[in-house]
């Protein structure tokens, strides 16, 4: 016997959308030596602080992403290469010290619960069982926030959409290098995510 399949609630407003029962807060890659690259990076901050806190008061779940590369001997050698290209320099062997991206921002610590993991990879779908992990929990929503938003916003963004999570990245709490990047990147983004204000999520938590 074939048992009868039940069709799924669809979330038609963003209160529905964003429910701290169902929702979790990933900040990804606010590192110090990384902030100090970001074109608004004091408008970005003082966002992104806003919204932390207020999904503390909330009790939405709030995981971190760290990036720490691999030493240059384990990198694969795309990866190298990539660096060296984005950050512009020649010797290889400076892989690691260009990219030890330091730690959290202080604006931003983590707190005593939430979540800080170390990947090697600018998407925390890869290299980890966090989708087990977000589904046992009940997460349905993912809000994106950090750096980059042409980078590992956007790679995270669309994988977190491809695996049937609901995603908005928050426009005010992401950031990019250029802001001729940003600005393309929300472009493309709203193609394909859900991408709004922290203040119209902070408003439907109160």
């Known amino acids: 016997m074939i048992p009868s399949a039940t069709n799924p609630a669809i979330y038609k407003t963003v209160r529905e959308i964003v429910d701290p029962k169902h929702t979790v807060l990933v900040v ?15 408008e970005f901050i003082q966002s992104l602080k806003l919204l932390v806190e207020s999904a503390r008061a909330h009790d939405v779940p ?16 795309s990866n190298v290469y ?28 983590p707190g005593k619960d939430d979540w800080v993991v170390s990947v090697h990879s600018p998407n925390l779908f890869i290299q980890s069982h966090i989708e087990h992990i977000l589904r046992g929990k009940g997460i349905e929503t993912v809000l994106m926030t950090g750096i980059s ?13 491809c695996r049937g999570f609901y995603t908005i990245v928050i426009r005010d709490c992401v950031s990019s290098s250029r802001a001729e990047l940003y600005t393309a990147s929300m472009k493309v983004l709203e193609r394909n995510v859900l991408v709004m204000p922290s ?8």
């Open 82 to 109: 990539t660096a060296m290209r984005n950050f512009n320099f020649t010797d290889p062997e400076k892989f690691n010290a260009v990219m030890d991206h330091g730690d959290i921002c202080p604006e931003v610590t």
């Open 199 to 206: 203040a119209e999520i902070m408003k439907e938590w109160r």
């Open 62 to 77: 709030i995981i971190y992403l760290k990036t720490d590369h691999l030493p240059r001997e384990w990198a694969l050698s």
């Open 149 to 161: 938003a042409d980078f590992g916003i956007s790679t995270m963004s669309r994988d977190s959409s």
């Open 28 to 42: 990804m890659d606010v590192q110090v030596q990384l902030f100090q690259l970001m074109f608004n990076k004091q």
